[in-house]
């Protein structure tokens, strides 16, 4: 994987952080050199609960998403 093309956190502002939630608002680097100054990240320290849809073919929808935070692309579930 080339992690040139993944978005990079540049800086880092805490904004709350607990023990079940946390919020901060990073400086990121996108691959093409645009920089978003407040990009607002919450993170759950705990595990969490989704519900999948599966179609009449049994199929799932999924978007590939790059994820500076784990510095790899991600599949998931939209949101």
Known sequence: MDY???PERLDRNVIYESDYVCL?????K???GYIIEKYHQIHYPHEAVSIVVFNEN???L????KRY???RLEW???A
């Open 76 to 78: 998931e579930i939209p």
């Open 58 to 60: 049994d199929e799932v």
């Open 24 to 28: 901060y608002a990073d400086k990121v």
């Open 69 to 71: 935070t784990v510095m």
């Open 30 to 32: 996108l691959s093409n």
């Open 4 to 6: 040139g093309e993944l």
């Open 62 to 65: 999924l978007i590939q998403s």
